[in-house]
């Protein structure tokens, strides 16, 4: 697939599972299959590029992933400091600009330094942004922009019954980027696990039995390729959709 193909989705979510169960298959620790991820993410970050998407969401981690043993959770924490540190120039380079989304309020201080470092690196870059989704809950995200709503009208700047739809997205953690076209989820299991939960009501779902670290730019297209069989209705009838195009 080439940049100028037809209907590169502007934003794909993805939900890189399965890491694992990859180590598993290999007798290899838990860690091993992380290790393994994090280069089929750089994989999946270049064929983006190089198609012209537009966002790339990745979740890295997830709100319920503290449920973990300590070990695994404490070895994620290392392994994504260390990808930051060794990512964060190239993508600079690459014109990548890298956003991090989740209550990065629990991370350690040194981590959240990074973060913030890496984000201001690439503020300003105008190509992919790569939108990574760490100690991110939907319902986190929701309850988090409800808040903010809340806090107009407490402070008497909004009727409750003037609050809107836009209103909560606006105070989203994705405000800034379109919602996803595709989603896929890697690894077997079909379901969100409270991803972008306000932010896919429309969007299209591919699962892949693929695990992570074994997902490639081939399937990737594969996943695009359905994305475009698929006629998107947002509640019209199929022969509206035809008319408007
Ligand atoms: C996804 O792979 C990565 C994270 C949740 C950090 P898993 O670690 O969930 O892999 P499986 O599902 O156990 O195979
Ligand atoms: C979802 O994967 C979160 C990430 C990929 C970071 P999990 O493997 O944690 O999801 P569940 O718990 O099986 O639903
Ligand atoms: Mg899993």
Same mark, same amino acid.
């Given at each position: 697939?080439?940049?100028?193909?037809?209907?590169?989705?502007?934003?794909?979510?993805?939900?890189?599972?399965?890491? !694992?169960?990859?180590?598993?298959?290999?007798?290899?620790?838990?860690?091993? !299959?992380?290790?393994?991820?994090?280069?089929?993410?750089?994989?999946?970050?270049?064929?983006?590029?190089?198609?012209?998407?537009?966002?790339?969401?990745?979740?890295? /981690?997830?709100?319920?992933?503290?449920?973990?043993?300590?070990?695994?959770?404490?070895?994620?924490?290392?392994?994504?400091?260390?990808?930051?540190?060794?990512?964060?120039?190239?993508?600079?380079?690459?014109?990548?600009?890298?956003?991090?989304? !989740?209550?990065?309020?629990? /991370?350690?201080?040194?981590?959240?330094?990074?973060?913030?470092?890496?984000?201001?690196?690439?503020?300003?870059?105008?190509?992919?942004?790569?939108?990574?989704?760490?100690?991110?809950?939907?319902?986190?995200?929701?309850?988090?922009?409800?808040?903010?709503?809340? %806090?107009?009208?407490?402070?008497?700047?909004?009727?409750?019954?003037?609050?809107?739809?836009?209103?909560?997205?606006?105070?989203?953690?994705?405000?800034?980027?379109?919602?996803?076209?595709?989603?896929?989820?890697?690894?077997?299991? %079909?379901?969100?696990?409270?991803?972008?939960?306000?932010?896919?009501?429309?969007?299209? /779902?591919?699962?892949?039995?693929?695990?992570?670290?074994?997902?490639?730019?081939?399937?990737?297209?594969?996943?695009?390729?359905?994305?475009?069989?698929?006629?998107?209705?947002? !509640?019209?009838?199929? %022969?509206?959709?035809?008319?408007?195009?």
């Amino acid at each position: 697939m080439t940049k100028e193909s037809a209907n590169v989705p502007q934003h794909i979510a993805i939900i890189m599972d399965g890491n !694992g169960r990859w180590a598993k298959k290999r007798h290899q620790p838990r860690f091993m !299959g992380h290790r393994a991820g994090v280069k089929a993410v750089e994989n999946i970050v270049k064929h983006c590029a190089e198609l012209g998407v537009g966002v790339l969401s990745l979740f890295a /981690f997830s709100s319920e992933n503290w449920r973990r043993p300590s070990k695994e959770v404490s070895l994620l924490m290392e392994l994504f400091a260390l990808s930051l540190k060794q990512q964060a120039k190239r993508l600079h380079k690459n014109n990548i600009r890298l956003q991090i989304i !989740g209550d990065l309020s629990k /991370f350690s201080d040194s981590l959240q330094k990074q973060i913030k470092q890496a984000e201001q690196l690439t503020a300003d870059n105008t190509g992919l942004i790569i939108n990574i989704a760490a100690n991110y809950g939907g319902r986190w995200d929701i309850t988090q922009a409800v808040q903010k709503v809340a %806090e107009k009208v407490t402070a008497g700047e909004l009727q409750a019954e003037d609050i809107t739809e836009d209103m909560i997205g606006a105070e989203l953690t994705t405000a800034s980027i379109p919602e996803p076209d595709l989603f896929i989820r890697t690894g077997g299991e %079909e379901r969100v696990s409270n991803f972008l939960l306000w932010q896919m009501a429309y969007t299209e /779902f591919y699962f892949s039995e693929t695990l992570w670290p074994d997902f490639d730019s081939q399937q990737l297209d594969n996943a695009i390729s359905s994305f475009n069989d698929r006629e998107r209705r947002f !509640g019209k009838t199929s %022969e509206q959709i035809q008319q408007d195009s």
